[in-house]
């Protein structure tokens, strides 16, 4: 339960609109660097394996491997530095949390497609832009 206090307060410091994206979903999150009096962007991709909170504190966890290790990175949703949020390929997945695919090795690392008829995936596309 959110208190209304606590919502009116932390308004301000949410985003106009949240990327729309879903568990099991192959994302690039790009995020903003800053090193020394520099500022970039870089992007982090692999799959979304959780989603948890509300409001301000709303995270979401994406797994990626590299170099034959996995990696877990928490973002912020209505953080600053999270840039954009791409989805490139949708997870055709039965739960909330992915966490199974910690102890997943090879192919079976691997999110089944979820395959959308192009119009549908123009509907969504202008529904989540619209929102």
Known sequence: MRQPLIELVEQPYLKATTPAFHIGDTVDVLCRIVEG????VQVFNGVVIARSGAGINETFTV??????EGVERKFLIHSPNVVNVKVRRRGKVRRAKLFYLRHRIGKARKVRELRVHKREA???ELAGSAA
């Open 122 to 124: 123009q509907e969504a």
């Open 63 to 68: 797994r990626r491997i590299v170099a034959n």
């Open 37 to 40: 009096d520099k500022e970039r």
